[in-house]
């Protein structure tokens, strides 16, 4: 079983730069893919990336591509999301999910564990 609390979101201008942790409890965080998703007011759950068990594997949606970095450190049960040059368009909720699959794309789905949600709102 594992927990996870987002930090990390708040008010930033476009062009701007935000690092959202997720902390994850439990003894089997390594044996859990992660993932960070986003849904903005009236939208669908969007997939943004994933990394898998060890760290060595990541994947991204082109709309996080060259901006947002997932990374984490297993020692300290912490996943991250680096956002960086953010847009007005990436306004939304957005949460860590772990998995028991590297599962890449999707709406979360096969996703075991989510987090209550970071909100960031980039003013333009």
């Known amino acids: 079983q594992v927990q996870l609390v987002e930090s990390g979101g708040g008010l930033v201008q476009a062009g701007g730069s935000l690092r959202l942790s997720c902390a994850a409890s439990?003894?089997?965080?390594?044996?859990?893919?992660m993932g960070w998703f986003r849904q903005a007011p009236g939208k669908e759950r969007e997939f943004i990336a994933v990394i898998n068990r060890s760290g060595a594997a990541t994947n991204y949606a082109d709309s996080a591509k060259g901006r947002f970095t997932i990374s984490r450190e297993s020692a300290k049960n912490m996943v991250y999301l680096q956002m960086n040059t953010l847009k007005p368009e990436d306004t939304a909720v957005y949460y860590c999910?772990?998995?028991?699959?590297?599962?890449?794309?999707?709406?979360?789905?096969?996703?075991?564990?989510w987090g209550q949600g970071t909100q960031v709102t980039v003013s333009s």
């Open positions: 439990g003894r089997s965080f390594s044996s859990y893919a």
């Open positions: 999910a772990a998995s028991s699959r590297y599962i890449i794309g999707g709406t979360g789905g096969g996703y075991d564990h």
